[in-house]
C-alpha cells in the first residue's frame, strides 16, 4: 500500500509513474460512479420530462422555461442511439465528471502540493456524493455544474496570462462562451458573468483595455440568451422569455411561508386559499431562523393543497412585489446560509451494489459531517488563507461565482429543502476550495516530517 501511494510522489522520476495520478483519478471515479448506478439508466424526475420533449421539439411549451443546451446534449445522445441514449448520456456525464475531477488535481498541483495530497483532495470531490447522484440524472443541474466550472478556471488561466503579457488571449474568450452557454442551461445563471467582471477590472491595467474587455465579455455573454429568445420567437412566439415565469412561485411561497398572505388580497391565488378554508393557517405562517432553515411540515401540508397552477399566480407575485418588495427580499435572504448547511442526498438500496452495509454508512454519514458542520466553518478559513497568501484572482473567480450562485438560489427558491440540488450548480468549486486548508495542513505535515529525517 506504502509503495502505491508513493507512485504520487512528485519527486518520481519515471516517466510512466507523471500519468499515473491523473489516469488514476478518472479510471478510479469513472468505476465508483458506475458503481452506484451499474444499469447506467439515468434517474427521472418531473422536470426531466420538460427537458426530454424539448429535445424532440424546440418548440414545445417547455421551452417557455427551459433553455435549449441541456436538451441538445440529450439530442445529441439520441442521435448516438434512439435506443441506448440514456445509458450514453450517463456515460457522458460520467465521463465529465472525471474530467472536471482531473482538471482540479493540476489546480491543486498549482499550490505545490504532494501528489498523493492533490490526489485525496480530488478524490474527495470526485465521490462526493451530490455530484456522483446527479451524473446520472436527466436534469440540467451537473451540466451546469461543469460549464461554469470550466468558466472558472478558464477565468483564473486568463488571468495568470494576462498579467504576463497584458494582452487578452484564448482563455479570456473561452470564459465569455463558458458563462454564456451556462445560460443557456439554466437562466438563473444570467448574471454568473458579474463576479467575473469585477476580476478582469481588478486586474485590468489600461482604462481602454478594461472597457473594450468588458464589452467583448459582455456581448459574447449574452449573445446565446439573445439567439436562443430571437429563435423562439421566429418559431415559437407563444414561447418568448418572461421573468415571473420563472420565479412566481418562488415569490408566492416564499411570502406566504412569511406570512405575507393578506398582501395578496384579491388575487385568485388568495381567493383559492380562502375557498380551501386555509387562509387561517396561512394567516400562522412564519419563518423561523436556523442553522439549517428545515421548513415547517405543516407549510408542507398546505402546499400540497394548492395544484401548480394555483400557486403560479402572477397576480399574486406582483401584487407582493408592489406591496412588501422589502420583507420579500429579506424573507427569501433569510435561506441564504442554508446553503451551504445542508446535506447532500444519498442513494437507494440498489446503488452499490455488494458495498458492505457499514462502508455504506461511513460513506454517507461521513460526507454529511464534511457538509454539515464542516463546509461552512472551512469556507471562511479558505478565504482567510486566500486574502493572507494574496491570491485574490482565486478568491474573486471562484468566491464571486459561489457568492453569485448561493444568492440567486436562495432569493429564487421558495424553501431551503431543494438548496441540496440546487448547490450542486458549484459544488466542484465550492469544495475545491473548502479543502484547501486540509491541503495545506496535510502539506505541513508532511514537510515537518522530512525535516525531522
Not at 429568445?229 to 412569511?258: A, C, V, W
Not at 450562485?405 to 432569493?411: H, R
Amino acid at each position: 500500500m506504502v509503495n502505491f501511494f508513493l507512485r504520487f510522489n512528485n519527486t518520481s522520476t519515471n516517466k510512466q509513474d507523471h500519468y499515473f495520478a491523473p489516469i488514476f483519478i478518472v479510471l478510479i471515479i469513472c468505476l465508483f460512479c458506475w458503481w452506484s448506478n451499474p444499469s447506467l439508466i439515468p434517474k427521472m424526475s418531473p422536470d426531466s420530462w420538460g427537458y426530454i420533449n424539448l429535445s424532440e421539439d424546440f418548440s414545445h411549451d417547455a421551452s417557455e422555461i427551459r433553455s435549449c443546451l441541456f436538451p441538445l446534449f440529450i439530442k445529441f445522445c439520441r442521435l448516438i442511439s434512439d435506443t441506448y441514449w440514456p445509458q450514453i448520456f450517463s456515460v457522458i456525464q460520467i465521463l465529465f465528471h472525471s474530467v472536471i475531477c482531473f482538471l482540479l488535481f493540476h489546480a491543486y498541483l498549482k499550490f505545490n502540493f504532494n501528489k498523493s495530497i492533490a490526489v485525496i483532495l480530488t478524490l474527495i470531490i470526485g465521490f462526493n456524493p451530490a455530484l456522483v447522484y446527479y451524473t446520472t440524472y436527466i436534469l440540467a443541474d451537473h451540466f451546469l455544474a461543469v460549464i461554469t466550472t470550466l468558466a472558472c478556471l478558464c477565468s483564473v488561466y486568463s488571468i495568470e496570462l494576462y498579467n504576463k503579457n497584458n494582452k487578452i488571449n484564448i482563455y479570456f474568450i473561452l470564459t465569455a462562451i463558458l458563462t454564456g452557454l451556462s445560460v443557456v442551461i439554466k437562466p438563473i445563471a444570467i448574471l454568473v458573468i458579474v463576479p467575473i467582471l469585477l476580476l478582469y477590472i481588478f486586474n485590468c491595467r489600461s482604462k481602454l483595455d478594461c472597457f473594450k474587455s468588458l464589452v467583448l465579455l459582455l456581448v459574447i455573454h449574452f449573445s446565446f440568451h439573445v439567439l436562443w429568445e430571437q429563435y423562439k420567437i421566429i418559431n415559437n412566439p407563444k414561447s418568448k422569455f418572461e421573468l415571473l415565469d420563472s420565479i412566481e412561485y418562488s415569490i408566492n411561497m416564499t411570502s406566504i411561508r412569511g406570512g405575507l398572505i393578506e398582501a395578496g388580497k384579491g388575487t385568485p391565488l388568495y381567493n383559492s386559499i380562502l375557498k380551501k378554508n386555509l387562509l387561517d393557517d396561512a394567516r400562522k405562517f412564519r419563518i423561523e431562523m436556523s442553522y439549517t432553515m428545515d421548513t415547517n411540515p405543516l407549510y408542507w401540508k398546505f402546499n400540497k393543497e394548492l395544484t401548480w397552477k394555483e400557486k403560479n399566480d402572477k397576480e399574486f407575485a406582483i401584487s407582493i412585489i408592489n406591496n412588501n418588495p422589502i420583507k420579500l427580499f429579506l424573507y427569501s435572504i433569510s435561506n441564504w446560509h442554508a446553503f451551504f448547511t445542508k446535506r447532500s442526498f444519498g442513494f437507494s438500496e440498489s446503488s452499490f451494489p455488494g458495498m458492505p452495509e457499514f462502508v455504506r454508512y461511513i460513506y454517507i454519514v461521513g460526507y454529511s459531517f464534511l457538509y454539515r458542520p464542516l463546509l461552512l466553518i472551512l469556507v471562511f478559513i479558505t478565504i482567510i488563507i486566500l486574502v493572507k497568501k494574496k491570491l485574490l484572482t482565486l478568491l474573486f473567480s471562484y468566491g464571486g461565482v459561489i457568492l453569485y450562485a448561493s444568492l440567486a438560489v436562495a432569493i429564487l427558491t421558495p424553501h431551503g429543502s431543494e438548496f441540496a440540488r440546487y448547490r450542486v450548480w458549484v459544488e466542484y468549486i465550492l469544495w475545491f476550495l473548502a479543502l484547501l486548508p486540509l491541503g495545506f495542513l496535510l502539506d505541513k505535515v508532511i514537510r515537518m516530517k522530512r525535516n525531522k529525517k
